[in-house]
């Protein structure tokens, strides 16, 4: 075994920690990047290895442009506001805004990758609680709390699943995962939204929220009247459901065929290009693309492809006490309570790229979908435990905190760990039955 590989793999790990520990410090996409390089100047991979470790998850990284494009574009369009108000209108009384919100997000945060969202997310809260005279913290919570829990049902929900569905060698990763995560998250949406209603609703009346419907007004949610106009204006409203319905088609029908299945990266680009072409502002929705999050994954890839070259894989493979894979029930139950740890310790996207080739080493794969089920969706659940578990909540705090609204770890925690601990129960036992 390199032991500069693990050397190199531990001081990017500790660093990335201590970074999402105390504010502080380097993002962690340039950590991720430093940590590449070294990789490359310590010998452990050659410049060409290096390219070519990049270069064999394109599809990911295309995937993830992809699904930003869709938000920015959405943003512009003024679709993620309307939605927002729409489902303030849906409030008979305050307190039952956090409930509608954790559903709303949760749902819409299976559609658009999780980080995404909330980047549209925050700014939208922090503008309802100045014009509502409402809390912003409960609201910021509810809005972390809820694309973590929804995000868990698709591929494009959030990147850890974007790794698990590309990487797995699962046949028609989105059939598989709508096959056993739907029924456990839909569920885990309304606990869940009864929870931040019970925790944070009288938080919302206390601190001075006026009845939603007033005086806002109820809009619906597709502006019927105008709406052609609308989409000639911003083809995006009709070129991101149909990119939605085309992907899970797709899916299904290679399920079903038992055919090749058509990539889903090389769908959801050609829809973001299509829109780029389409749209008047495209200028502008290229750059609010996130690119820093891109480059994580650029450095993330060449550590990996470090570690796997370093022999480090082995050793782990030995060292995590995952059973075989002809013991599916026992490894669900291994493979969530890992995720669920390892996520606090490096967040929840480097814990999977980890684990990704650990299965494979012992054996998992496409043939082993209720393993990188419990991964997948151990990992993300993680992200409500602490802070740290994902990097959507990182977004979330330090937008508040440029806002002047300060969400503390203790604060995060208190609340996180019920809903943690109820929608883990419930996935696992989800799993564990195969419903």
């Known amino acids: 075994m390199d032991a500069w590989s693990a050397v190199i793999l531990v001081a990017v790990l500790a660093a990335v920690s201590a970074r999402q520990l105390l504010f502080r410090g380097p993002p962690v996409w340039i950590l991720f990047l430093v940590g590449g390089l070294a990789m490359v100047l310590s010998g452990v991979l050659t410049s060409t290895e290096a390219i070519g470790a990049v270069a064999a998850n394109l599809s990911l990284l295309a995937f993830l442009w992809a699904l930003f494009v869709f938000a920015a574009a959405l943003e512009q369009a003024g679709a993620l506001d309307r939605f927002a108000r729409w489902l303030l209108g849906r409030a008979r009384d305050p307190s039952d805004l956090p409930l509608l919100l954790f559903i709303g997000f949760g749902l819409a945060s299976a559609l658009l990758v999780n980080d995404a969202l909330v980047?549209?997310?925050?700014?939208?809260?922090?503008?309802?609680?100045?014009?509502?005279?409402?809390?912003?913290?409960?609201?910021?919570?509810?809005?972390?709390?809820?694309?973590?829990?929804?995000?868990?049902?698709?591929?494009?929900?959030?990147?850890?699943?974007?790794?698990?569905?590309?990487?797995?060698?699962?046949?028609?990763?989105?059939?598989?995962f709508l096959r056993y995560l739907l029924l456990p998250t839909l569920i885990n949406l309304v606990v869940g939204g009864l929870y931040v209603r019970r925790v944070f609703g009288r938080q919302v009346v206390l601190g001075g929220g006026t009845p939603a419907h007033t005086p806002m007004g109820r809009i619906p949610l597709v502006p019927w009247h105008d709406l052609s106009a609308h989409a000639r204006r911003f083809p995006v409203l009709v070129i991101f459901p149909a990119t939605l319905v085309l992907m899970i088609g797709l899916d299904l029908a290679s399920l079903?065929?038992?055919?090749?299945?058509?990539?889903?990266?090389?769908?959801?680009?050609?829809?973001?290009?299509?829109?780029l072409l389409a749209s008047r502002g495209a200028a502008a929705v290229f750059a609010?693309?996130?690119?820093?999050?891109?480059?994580?994954?650029v450095g993330l890839f060449v550590v990996m492809a470090g570690v796997v070259a370093g022999g480090?894989?082995?050793?782990?493979?030995?060292?995590?006490?995952?059973?075989?894979?002809?013991?599916?029930?026992?490894?669900?139950?291994?493979?969530?309570?890992?995720?669920?740890g390892g996520s606090q310790l490096v967040s929840n996207v480097p814990w999977v790229a980890l684990q990704i080739p650990?299965?494979?080493?012992?054996?998992?794969?496409?043939?082993?979908?209720?393993?990188?089920m419990a991964l997948a969706a151990g990992s993300t659940l993680a992200g409500n435990l602490t802070l740290i578990g994902a990097a959507s909540n990182m977004i979330v705090v330090e937008q508040a905190d440029r806002a002047g609204v300060r969400i503390t770890l203790g604060t995060f925690v208190r609340y996180g760990v019920p809903l943690t601990l109820m929608t883990s129960g419930i996935l696992f036992a989800c799993l564990w039955a195969g419903v």
């Open 358 to 372: 650990v299965l494979r080493h012992l054996g998992y794969g496409g043939g082993t979908p209720l393993a990188w």
């Open 119 to 176: 980047l549209v997310g925050v700014p939208l809260l922090l503008s309802l609680s100045r014009r509502r005279g409402i809390p912003s913290a409960p609201l910021l919570l509810t809005l972390a709390y809820a694309v973590t829990v929804g995000s868990v049902m698709t591929p494009f929900g959030n990147p850890q699943n974007l790794l698990v569905a590309l990487g797995s060698g699962l046949q028609a990763p989105v059939a598989t």
């Open 256 to 275: 079903v065929g038992g055919g090749p299945s058509v990539p889903l990266a090389l769908v959801a680009v050609g829809g973001a290009i299509l829109v």
């Open 312 to 340: 480090l894989i082995g050793a782990l493979s030995t060292a995590v006490p995952v059973p075989s894979p002809g013991a599916p029930g026992p490894t669900v139950g291994v493979v969530l309570l890992t995720s669920l």
């Open 288 to 297: 609010r693309v996130d690119w820093s999050i891109l480059a994580l994954f």
